[in-house]
């Protein structure tokens, strides 16, 4: 009887123990192990099948989910071995095929580009030669190369053994200067392209509007680019500026000043509220100007009235009304 009772307690205690550890493990709720289940199946059926882009996705979200190991120790062993391999395998297929860059992740569709392939492995060295491949095919997307600069965002570097610190991973000094040879070579040949739009400031009204607006355009693009180079993009507004001057310097300033303020504004000179100030005052003139002209005709009205007024007076009488 006594050893009865005692096997009750024992059987009692484990079963308090088991149920407080399930509790205190968030890996072994009911929908955490739904999930886990969910994944392991889904990388087994992506072993039979053949197919690595779906091997890669299934292999990488075991390799990520620390609760995995409660319900199969051998799985995240397998998924962390073919991660690396998988990766770098899909990353050279693609590369091979010219799928360097695209913006979406990680897909098991085998649309993945190799830059994605890699940057997911983390090898963030070949992520940045093949980014560098994409940018000098399309050295004018602005877009692409805005992507390719901010590279490092969101990248991590290993934890540190001593402090357990993970710090930010940062690109070799090599690879930002590459960016910035392509910048240097895109601003340089926009301020060539502008010399040649500004040609037509010196001509007559119509021609200075257009040859301003492509002028003006054609160095903001340059000033984006720029603005990747150590000097920034001092050039573009000191270019901005001397267009203004030029401008200013016409016969024809009523008409063309409101052109010189918008290149002065962009250049970030302080001229540009001069002219504001002084198309102001000129507008207040045309204004006093207009109100005097309008004066005139209505008193010229009102006197030419009373002429006519005393005209038809003298007729009426004069025929007896």
């Known amino acids: 009887m006594v050893l009865f009772r005692m096997t009750c307690c024992a059987l009692a205690i484990f079963a308090v123990t088991a149920s407080s550890v399930r509790a205190d493990d968030p890996c072994l709720g009911d929908e955490e192990e739904k999930a886990a289940k969910a994944a392991i199946s889904a990388m087994s059926k992506a072993e039979k099948s053949g197919q690595p882009a779906e091997l890669f996705v299934a292999s990488r979200a075991i390799a990520d989910d620390d609760c995995i190991d409660r319900f ?5 062993a397998r998924a962390k071995a073919n991660v690396p391999k998988l990766g770098r395998d899909l990353a050279k297929a693609a590369e091979a095929k010219g799928i360097l860059y695209s913006h979406e992740p990680v897909r098991a569709d085998g649309r993945t580009s190799a830059f994605r392939y890699f ?3 983390g090898d963030f060295n070949e992520a940045n030669r093949v980014m560098l491949k994409a940018v000098h095919a399309k050295s004018d997307d602005l877009t692409l190369f805005e992507t390719a600069w901010g590279v490092d965002r969101g990248r991590h570097g ?3 053994p001593k402090t357990g610190e993970i710090q ?6 090599t690879y930002h200067e590459a960016l910035r040879h392509i910048a240097s070579n895109n601003a340089g040949q926009l301020m060539k392209a502008e ?3 500004a ?13 301003s607006r ?11 680019w720029m603005k990747f180079l150590p000097n920034g993009d001092k050039l573009a507004k000191a270019r901005a500026e001397q267009r203004g001057d030029t401008i200013m310097k016409r016969s024809d300033p009523m008409f063309t000043q409101s052109i010189a ?7 970030g000179s302080p001229k540009a509220k001069e002219v504001q100030a002084k198309q102001e005052e000129m507008g207040r003139a045309m204004g006093k100007t207009g109100e005097n002209v309008k004066g005139a005709f209505t008193q010229k009205s009102e006197a030419e009235q009373k002429k006519f007024n005393d005209k038809k007076a003298d007729l009426e009488k004069e025929l007896g009304f």
Do not use: C
Not at 261 to 267: C, D, I, P, V, W
């Open 72 to 76: 199969d120790k051998n799985a995240q």
């Open 119 to 121: 940057e997911a492995i």
């Open 158 to 160: 290993p934890r540190d």
């Open 168 to 173: 930010p991973h940062v690109s070799p000094p």
């Open 195 to 197: 010399e040649k739009d």
């Open 199 to 211: 040609q037509g400031l010196s001509g007559g009204m119509q021609e200075v509007m257009k040859a």
């Open 214 to 224: 492509g002028s003006l355009e054609t160095l903001v693009k340059a000033s984006a």
């Open 261 to 267: 303020g918008r290149y002065y504004e962009f250049a």
